[in-house]
């Protein structure tokens, strides 16, 4: 069956980095792109980033461009967002989704806390 | 960006009941919209794509119509499992964006 394991979330002080991935089993993972979204606690969904397939297309949102980098490994089936400079209001449950535009599948999400 | 705007913020249904979710674009998104629900602790779960087009799975009783900036998502008949929040979801432009969501309570 499908499914999207999300991991590396964890307690972080402000400034600090942390590296969160995506894994992907059930189905043909370089053959779809991968988003991550993340939802701050008691909040609404915000989208982060989306790499496409062979990774020749990637964006961020504005709230962490320069700070976050994605990339993808299609031969482990993983997906990798590498976050720098973290702030208290990248605090948040971190998805990652797969689909080139709507979300078709979800994983469960890795809780990233960033507090002093 | 292009921002979306859900009402009402919370709606309460008794169970039998139709339900019917609205989501404003700031600008035209044509059909590139998706609806999502999202129950406690889980992680939301695609309901409707291209506006009007249901998930696979999907039971009948869910339709979504809309097409540039007004979009409505329609649930004829409540159910227990249908309490939930709902998510409009842009993706005619970058940056994706998600609406404020709907909270479907029990009345």
């Known amino acids: 069956q499908v499914e999207l394991v999300e991991s590396g979330g964890g307690l972080v002080k402000p400034g600090g980095a942390l590296r969160l991935s995506c894994g992907g089993a059930?189905?043909?993972?370089?053959?779809?792109?991968i988003n991550w979204v993340r939802q701050a606690p008691g909040k609404g969904l915000e989208w982060v980033s989306f790499?496409?397939?062979?990774?020749?297309?990637?964006k961020y949102a504005a709230s962490v461009k320069g700070r976050f980098t994605i990339s993808r490994d299609n031969a482990k089936s993983s997906v990798d967002l590498q976050m720098e400079n973290l702030r208290v209001e990248d605090t948040a449950l971190y998805y990652c989704?797969?689909?080139?535009?709507?979300?078709?599948?979800w994983g469960r999400g890795t809780l990233v806390t960033v507090s002093s | 960006e292009i921002v979306l705007t859900q009402s009402p913020a919370t709606l309460s249904v008794s169970p039998g009941e139709r339900a019917t979710l609205s989501c404003r674009a700031s600008q035209s998104v044509s059909s590139h919209l998706a609806w999502y629900q999202q129950k406690p602790g889980q992680a939301p779960r695609l309901l409707m794509h291209d506006a009007s087009t249901r998930a696979a799975g999907l039971p009948p009783t869910f339709s979504g119509s809309g097409s540039g900036t007004d979009f409505t998502l329609t649930i004829s008949s409540l159910q227990s499992e249908d309490f939930a929040v709902y998510y409009c979801q842009q993706y005619h432009d970058w940056p994706l964006t998600f609406g404020g969501g709907t909270k479907v309570e029990i009345k």
């Open positions: 059930g189905f043909a993972f370089s053959d779809y792109s």
């Open positions: 989704a797969r689909g080139e535009v709507a979300f078709e599948f």
């Open positions: 790499i496409n397939t062979a990774a020749t297309t990637i």
